[in-house]
């Protein structure tokens, strides 16, 4: 897998200026509105950018003002890196976005870098200024190697935020049989994907089942058909164990339904997979035990894809380890992001557990008193 080493944004939201290096596993925590939505969001407005949704996501987010830095007024460029180690070289993805008329934001700077392993010498793409849209897929569409594979990479550092459990969300709507190539941010072809791994993946398919159970004891299986009246449709309908009627979505718990999405995620076909998993909050709504199951997922599947986790659970935070936590401060200024170091909490780690640590607020990070 290629591995998302380094991450440096400068202007973006409450992110003055970060320069972050990634491992396997990282799990961010700190108190409300610390920063660590808005490291997500940067994430989300590239798999927007990726889409050629940019100018798109800029105005359904606020526009410019919104995004950048404190405002247009106070900062002017919102510039972003991001370094991917990949067999036998570095690949690097760097652009600035200035802020322009009508409020948005256009390039002032997109390149593409290449440093093989041993050299000092790395190849450059660049695509000059002006442009509403990245190139990099126009670039990809034309099979330039360079873009064709930078697209990959950006395009594999996928968000997921299954925070909309309401009877409207799409998640408990009926969904195209069809939309099965991967599962969407949202979870809202849950249904198409868990009916594709049941038919041509069974083994994962079990598997998925059986850790649900584990969840919710009383859960026998899902009940998976495209609709009698419309073959290219279906839904999340269910079974409890002894019991012959056909539970729908929307009978299902908020915090279930989250947790059948963040299973189904981590347990997916490693075909499947993205390179990186950026995931917020998955602890909502979630008994403590079925936190414990999920921890030990994300921590499992972190030895095939990177996993970036935003928490602000203490029982969640109870199982990482030290080196794997990043520490997001609200600081005068702006966002810090900070690693911790297993050596200086040497000491206070023969007392205390990691979580109550951050609760005692030793850590940073809050939660605050």
């Known amino acids: 897998m290629a591995l998302l080493k380094r991450?440096?944004?400068?202007?973006?939201?409450?992110?003055?200026?970060?320069?972050?290096?990634?491992?396997?596993?990282?799990?961010?925590?700190?108190?409300?509105?610390s920063g660590?939505?808005?490291?997500?969001?940067?994430?989300?407005?590239?798999n927007e950018m990726m889409a050629g949704r940019l100018q798109q996501y800029i105005g359904t987010t606020g526009r410019a003002k919104s995004l950048l830095h404190y405002g247009p007024k106070f900062t002017l460029h919102l510039e972003a890196r991001l370094d991917f180690e990949v067999e036998n070289a570095v690949d690097t993805y760097?652009?600035?976005?200035?802020?322009?008329?009508?409020?948005?934001?256009?390039?002032?700077?997109?390149?593409?870098?290449?440093?093989?392993?041993?050299?000092?010498?790395p190849t450059s793409i660049g695509w000059g200024a002006g442009h509403q849209e990245t190139r990099l897929g126009?670039?990809?569409?034309?099979?330039?190697?360079?873009?064709?594979?930078?697209?990959?990479?950006?395009?594999?550092?996928?968000?997921?935020?299954?925070h909309d459990t309401s009877p409207t969300a799409k998640v408990r709507e009926y969904c195209l049989v069809r939309d099965n190539r991967q599962l969407m941010p949202d979870a809202g072809n849950l249904a198409a994907m868990l009916y594709a791994y049941r038919r041509e993946s069974e083994w994962v398919y079990k598997r998925i089942v059986s850790t649900i159970k584990k969840i919710l004891p009383e859960f026998a299986d899902f009940d998976l058909a495209p609709d009698r009246l419309n073959t290219q449709e279906i839904a999340l309908n269910w079974r409890k164990r002894g019991s012959n009627y056909l539970f729908e979505p929307h009978q299902i718990s908020d915090g279930t339904l989250r947790a059948m999405a963040i299973i189904t995620l981590l347990l997916q076909p490693e075909?499947?997979?993205?390179?990186?998993?950026?995931?917020?909050?998955?602890?909502?709504?979630?008994?403590?035990?079925?936190?414990?199951?999920?921890?030990?997922?994300?921590?499992?599947?972190?030895?095939?894809?990177?996993?970036i986790v935003a928490t602000q659970s203490q029982a969640f935070l109870e199982h990482f380890e030290?080196?794997?936590?990043?520490?997001?401060?609200s600081m005068k200024g702006g966002s810090r992001f900070r690693r911790l170091d297993p050596d200086q909490l040497k000491d206070w780690l023969e007392d205390y557990s990691i979580g109550e640590l951050w609760e005692k607020n030793v850590l940073g990070g809050g939660p605050l008193p």
């Open 7 to 33: 991450v440096a944004v400068k202007g973006f939201r409450s992110i003055k200026e970060m320069d972050l290096e990634l491992r396997p596993l990282n799990v961010l925590i700190g108190a409300n509105g």
């Open 36 to 46: 660590k939505s808005n490291f997500v969001s940067f994430f989300r407005m590239l």
């Open 94 to 121: 760097s652009m600035r976005l200035l802020h322009a008329a009508g409020d948005t934001l256009v390039f002032a700077e997109e390149v593409l870098e290449i440093l093989p392993t041993g050299s000092t010498d």
């Open 138 to 162: 126009d670039e990809a569409n034309r099979d330039t190697p360079a873009a064709t594979l930078f697209r990959r990479l950006i395009n594999n550092c996928r968000v997921y935020h299954f």
């Open 271 to 307: 075909n499947d997979l993205p390179d990186v998993i950026i995931l917020d909050e998955p602890e909502l709504g979630l008994h403590p035990h079925a936190l414990e199951i999920v921890a030990g997922l994300i921590r499992s599947v972190s030895l095939k894809s990177q996993v």
């Open 322 to 329: 030290p080196a794997e936590i990043v520490v997001v401060d």
